[in-house]
């Protein structure tokens, strides 16, 4: 049986993969498709009350300035900041719903990491934390660039925060690495620093799961699979050591092994006669 049929095989065949994993997976999908449903609307609606919120706000502050009213400026930029984080929180609710419409594109893997790495630099050198990264050539796909961006953007933002109470002496580096082996592109985020439970590995990719406590919504790891694995028929695994690494590897298949892959699918679940 060739690599590909068995990739394929296993999303059929419950023989070929444990009773747990399918289950879970199964559990997994059909929540993230119903809660989609769900928070697509309230996110939508919400999205139309927090903008008067904080223009009113902005005016409201501008004019404390003006009077030089301390007191009411810390006021108002207490509501400045928490409808801003209500604002990334819908945001963030939009992007796992797929209600922010994507376009379908070639997509260069490379290019949108490197744009993402120029982003994050800044934050990553003011932290003490190395961002290293070893590119190597691969293929363009067709895909999702902006969902694609998406993850990687999360990916980044939660390398960095790995290292959020791990003592300053200790050497921070996050490893970006890009490669192209047997019909797939790997694309890998590697740090080493604070890691993830036994216990929780198994759970980051729930929707509302989080181990940020108040500051996570829960989301991101959730909408990086549906982008991952729904819309570029990839995969999102995780490997971690708690209180040491974590690496995840974002696998895609090229243009041959996706042709290959539809192919396959269309013989597997075709009717027989």
């Given at each position: 049986?060739?690599?590909?049929?068995?990739?394929?095989?296993?999303?059929?065949?419950?023989?070929?993969?444990?009773?747990?994993?399918?289950?879970?997976?199964?559990?997994?999908?059909?929540?993230?498709?119903?809660?989609?449903?769900?928070?697509?609307?309230?996110?939508?609606?919400?999205?139309?009350?927090?903008?008067?919120?904080?223009?009113?706000?902005?005016?409201?502050?501008?004019?404390?300035?003006?009077?030089?009213?301390?007191?009411?400026?810390?006021?108002?930029?207490?509501?400045?900041?928490?409808?801003?984080?209500?604002?990334?929180?819908?945001?963030?609710?939009?992007?796992?719903?797929?209600?922010?419409?994507?376009?379908?594109?070639?997509?260069?893997?490379?290019?949108?990491?490197?744009?993402?790495?120029?982003?994050?630099?800044?934050?990553?050198?003011?932290?003490?934390?190395?961002?290293?990264?070893?590119l190597q050539e691969v293929p363009v796909i067709d895909g999702y660039p902006a969902g694609l961006e998406n993850v990687f953007v999360n990916m980044i933002q939660n390398a960095q925060q790995a290292y959020k109470?791990?003592?300053?002496?200790?050497?921070?580096?996050?490893?970006?690495?890009?490669?192209?082996?047997?019909?797939?592109?790997?694309?890998?985020?590697?740090?080493?620093?604070?890691?993830?439970?036994?216990?929780?590995?198994?759970?980051?990719?729930?929707?509302?799961?989080?181990?940020?406590?108040?500051?996570?919504?829960?989301?991101?790891?959730?909408?990086?699979?549906?982008?991952?694995?729904?819309?570029?028929?990839?995969?999102?695994?995780?490997?971690?050591?708690?209180?040491?690494?974590?690496?995840?590897?974002?696998?895609?298949?090229?243009?041959?092994?996706?042709?290959?892959?539809?192919?396959?699918?269309?013989?597997?679940?075709?009717?027989?006669?």
């Amino acid at each position: 049986m060739s690599d590909i049929e068995k990739e394929i095989k296993d999303m059929f065949d419950s023989e070929e993969s444990p009773g747990d994993d399918r289950l879970r997976n199964f559990i997994r999908a059909e929540k993230n498709s119903a809660l989609s449903f769900l928070v697509a609307g309230i996110a939508h609606d919400s999205n139309g009350f927090i903008t008067p919120i904080m223009g009113a706000a902005e005016m409201g502050k501008m004019r404390a300035e003006k009077i030089g009213d301390k007191d009411l400026i810390t006021y108002f930029d207490m509501i400045l900041e928490s409808s801003e984080k209500l604002s990334e929180l819908i945001n963030s609710l939009l992007d796992f719903s797929k209600r922010r419409e994507l376009t379908r594109g070639v997509v260069y893997v490379n290019d949108i990491l490197q744009t993402v790495v120029k982003l994050y630099q800044p934050q990553y050198t003011q932290a003490g934390i190395n961002l290293e990264t070893d590119l190597q050539e691969v293929p363009v796909i067709d895909g999702y660039p902006a969902g694609l961006e998406n993850v990687f953007v999360n990916m980044i933002q939660n390398a960095q925060q790995a290292y959020k109470d791990i003592p300053a002496e200790r050497s921070k580096t996050v490893n970006i690495r890009t490669y192209h082996k047997e019909g797939y592109i790997f694309i890998e985020f590697e740090d080493n620093g604070c890691g993830i439970k036994d216990e929780d590995q198994s759970r980051i990719f729930d929707v509302w799961y989080t181990t940020k406590g108040e500051k996570g919504h829960g989301l991101g790891l959730a909408n990086a699979l549906l982008i991952v694995q729904d819309s570029h028929f990839g995969k999102l695994c995780v490997e971690s050591e708690y209180e040491k690494r974590t690496k995840f590897t974002i696998k895609l298949p090229d243009a041959q092994t996706l042709s290959l892959m539809r192919a396959e699918t269309f013989r597997i679940v075709k009717p027989k006669d």
